[in-house]
């Protein structure tokens, strides 16, 4: 059978009732029309231009009232940053921002509202700046139509807690600082190399030089020295107290030089070192702008939800919930404190919480707890304890999730030490030696080694493979929060999985029918039933009889038990066993919903969540080199599955509490087992701490990962074993270019131990080692990446073909 | 030699002046988002936005 597809124009989705046409244009849904009518009908039709099909899907309907707290005085203070008579300033995070249409089209919402006067969207951040006037327009109006367009403003709890923290720029304005200084010293040693004896009188450069090199000493340095005595302070010597240890050594002896009319100094050379070693902090620290390696429950929570008090609904700041309050909590919210379920019939989805992979039904008078999000309806919920000391927020605020886990220092450090101890072995050698022969050479050489000995070669090498690394890992997806975690990565040799979302893909679910075959006539009506509920379960069935419009009739719906209605005269039932009369219950693992047909009951689906693509080439790949084990917050009776992808020797753990994972990977460490976390929810948030690698996944990069280490795109999974690879061959890296860096240093020290470094010899050999590590270390990293290159492709191209495969 | 002086001064002078314009940008957020001033820039203003 062959059908000519149609893409929506709003959002590009696949058009599954081609009736919704205006001007000849196609849209998947009501919602996406209505954002086309309202911007043709403000002339904001080149939004549709400067990109095919921009939107977001508009299917899932937004209530009326959701910004309702926006009118909430108290509330709004904490949300705008600037207001005078008569303009507010506010700015909003939308997720939806992703490319230059959402760009254009914000920031002509004046066009929408007279009272918006300017909006100004930073990209990177995925925020919007909107200024407008008060008088003709409010707070919750600038979000309904912000919502209205499809770019819904996400306002959560963090929000409200703490602002956000003002952006460091410090190491820029010192590398800028330091590139200045660095230049024009270079630039006024010319005179000083060239000049030749009894040359030129070069006493004014000399003092430009140190006049010059006093903003790179006292500020731009400053980093390393912070670093450093950070570093003393606690017993640990890293590797910049030895390049501190040159940079004063240099601008002594520089100093002194000058002052005694002796020498030009070395002032090139040290600018010139803190320059490079700079640059490559800037480029190691560069950070996400996008991503939040650090989200807590709050970023999590809504601002608001709704209260009932006396009989009028009223919006009230998650803070403000106190014990004994009534809530009313909409479809598709989450619970923000735990509660007994007063009205309606609750369906709470835990999985992000505990890991579960059903949704749990409730009943009148049951606890619900915090962090659920109920799938079925409205619910009201009569509060036992505050958002405070709700049962997610304990998980939360436990002690070993507050301590900052102690993780090993980097190898370069000690490798620093090392080279610290020969240098100043020489040092003392070359002391010696010149005591006896010649003291007047002790100085200068002494001096010298020092300046020349510095490990700035190995920091080079280490910051700028890292940052490139870091770099190329971002491009395929992997985003991680800093230089340490590539080294931990490296280190791996125990994988530890969570199943649910992590293994498993939510959004894929494997639809079994068990019973007498069903006709394609059967399939429909159950279809046309099933397309009536909002249930996940019902969406499974509907998905898997092939989706229609067949109208029903007399459709009822009885939570926590099922559905019926009459589709084409027959009445048909969809629920459990009770519901549809069936006899017992299946032995299958995953939800299960029967079917009957005019009270016959024609056999059930087994409903799982299915494994991500490629998961079994990544296990079968990972079980080689790697110990395995998979905690479970979810039932065993996935067993048999698991075992069979996951080989004999893995170890697998079902309904595992938060805190068992936590404490499994302690064990594993405590047997010396450098550990990598793979997780998603917040239930896996104390393990991804812990773990000496914690890596979130996400289905794209708006959802709200638990803290951890790096965050990966969850359709790259299968590149792990690349990733790590890459990690592992930038330790490499580092290594080699600091051993090629070594023959540098040892042409310095020939000339230092006898005492006749001269200031041309330095100024030389510090750019062109610096230079020449750099790009050494860019080419090795991007020839190492190659592999990880085509891996990316190759998955790429497989993801296609079973997609295409899945339609034909 | 007074040449030398003079010519010192100027091109420290440039040279700072650059520093101070770096300086500038960097404060004024440049360096951050480097998506929106470039593709703002290719949007073209027109007095009524053409209906389709």
């Given amino acids: ?112 509202d007279d009272g918006v006067q300017r909006v100004t969207v930073n990209f990177a951040r995925k925020e919007a700046q909107v200024i407008f006037q008060q008088s003709q327009t409010s707070l919750r109006k600038v979000a309904e139509l912000l919502t209205s367009i499809g770019y819904e403003p996400y306002i959560s709890l963090q929000d409200l807690q703490h602002k956000k923290p003002a952006v460091n720029r410090q190491l820029i304005y010192q590398l800028g600082v330091a590139g200045f200084c660095f230049g024009n010293i270079m630039l006024l040693s010319f005179p000083e190399y060239f000049s030749g004896n009894g040359g030129m009188d070069t006493h004014l450069f000399r003092y430009l030089n140190l006049l010059l090199s006093l903003p790179v000493f006292l500020y731009s340095a400053q980093a390393f020295y912070r670093s450093a005595w950070g570093g003393l302070k606690h017993g640990f010597m890293n590797i910049d107290v030895p390049i501190v240890l040159a940079i004063i050594v240099t601008f002594t002896r520089s100093l002194i030089d000058i002052s005694t009319n002796s020498g030009a100094g070395y002032f090139d050379a040290m600018t010139g070192i803190v320059f490079f070693m700079l640059a490559g902090r800037v480029l190691q620290d560069k950070t996400y702008q996008g991503l939040s390696f650090d989200r807590d429950y709050t970023s999590y929570f809504p601002i608001a939800v709704t209260a009932i008090r006396g009989k009028k609904n009223v919006p009230i700041a998650l803070p403000d919930i106190k014990e004994g309050e009534t809530l009313l909590i909409h479809n598709n919210e989450l619970v923000p404190a735990d509660g007994i379920l007063v009205k309606g019939s609750a369906l709470i989805d835990y999985s992000f919480v505990t890991g579960e992979a059903d949704p749990v039904p409730c009943l009148t008078g049951d606890i619900v707890y915090a962090g659920g999000r109920q799938l079925e309806g409205n619910i009201q919920l009569h509060t036992i304890k505050a958002v405070a000391q709700s049962y997610l927020t304990s998980l939360w605020n436990r002690q070993e999730l507050q301590q900052d886990a102690h993780k090993q220092p980097s190898f370069i450090h000690l490798l620093g030490r090392h080279f610290t101890w020969v240098v100043l072995g020489i040092t003392v050698l070359t002391a010696a030696w010149w005591g006896f022969h010649d003291p007047s050479k002790i100085w200068p050489s002494v001096t010298a080694i020092l300046i020349i000995a510095c490990p700035c070669a190995l920091l080079l090498s280490a910051s700028f493979t890292n940052g490139h690394i870091l770099s190329i890992l971002g491009r395929h997806k992997l985003y991680l929060r800093n230089a340490g975690a590539i080294e931990r990565l490296a280190a791996t040799d125990h994988i530890v999985f969570d199943k649910t979302g992590t293994l498993t893909d939510k959004q894929k ?75 017992g219950i299946a032995a299958t693992n995953g939800s299960v919903v029967y079917l009957s047909i005019n009270g016959q009951v024609r056999g059930y689906f087994s409903i799982r969540n299915g494994y991500r693509n490629g998961i079994q080439s990544l296990i079968l790949q990972l079980r080689k080199k790697y110990q395995l084990t998979v905690l479970s917050g979810d039932h065993a009776r996935d067993e048999s599955t698991l075992r069979k992808l996951m080989g004999t020797k893995a170890t697998l753990r079902f309904l595992q509490q938060p805190q068992d994972k936590l404490d ?80 540098y240093n040892f042409t310095g020290l020939f000339f230092a131990v006898q005492g006749r470094l001269s200031p041309l010899t330095a100024a030389i050999l510090m750019p062109a080692s610096s230079i020449s590590i750099i790009l050494l270390t860019w080419s090795m990293s991007a020839l190492a990446a190659k592999k990880l290159h085509r891996k990316a492709l190759q998955l790429t191209a497989d993801e296609d073909q079973s997609f295409a495969c899945a339609r034909s | 030699m007074s040449v030398i002086i003079l010519l010192l001064g100027a091109s420290l002078t440039v040279g700072l002046l650059f520093l101070a314009a770096f300086c500038w940008a960097v404060k004024s957020g440049q360096f951050e988002d480097d998506y929106s001033p470039a593709h703002r820039i290719l949007f073209d203003e027109q007095a009524d936005d053409h209906q389709l």
């Fill in chain 1, 664 to 743: 499994h990977i302690l064990a594993l460490q405590q047997q010396g087992q450098h550990v990598l976390m793979v997780g998603d929810g917040l239930n896996d948030a104390g393990a991804l701490k812990q773990s000496d690698t914690g890596i979130s996944l996400t289905e794209d990069s708006n959802n709200f990962t638990p803290a951890s280490d790096g965050i990966l795109a969850a359709a790259n999974l299968p590149l792990l074993p690349y990733y790590i690879q890459l990690c592992k061959t930038s330790k490499r890296i580092i290594l080699a270019s600091f051993i090629y860096s070594l023959v």
């Fill in chain 1, 1 to 112: 059978m062959i059908t000519v597809e149609t893409s929506c124009y709003h959002c590009g989705e696949t058009c599954e009732n081609t009736n919704i046409l205006l001007d000849d244009k196609p849209f998947c849904c009501e919602g996406c029309k209505l954002v086309f009518e309202l911007l043709n009908g403000n002339g904001l039709c080149t939004y549709y231009q400067l990109n095919g099909q921009p939107g977001a899907p508009q299917r899932s309907q937004i209530r009326p009232d959701k910004f309702a707290f926006l009118e909430d005085e108290k509330i709004r203070q904490q949300l705008i940053q600037f207001r005078n008579d008569t303009h507010t300033h506010v700015t909003f995070y939308i997720p939806q921002i992703h490319c230059s249409s959402c760009l254009w089209l914000l920031e002509h919402l004046h066009k929408l």
């Fill in chain 1, 509 to 583: 679910a494997v639809t079994v029918f068990n019973g007498q075959p069903l006709t394609r006539h059967e399939r429909l009506q159950a279809a046309a039933l099933a397309a009536q509920s909002t249930h996940p379960l019902s969406r499974m069935v509907r998905d898997f009889c092939g989706s229609n419009h067949i109208p029903v009739k007399d459709f009822e719906q009885v939570t926590g038990m099922g559905i019926s209605g009459t589709v084409m005269k027959d009445t048909i039932r969809l629920g459990n066993a009770a519901f549809t009369g069936a006899a």
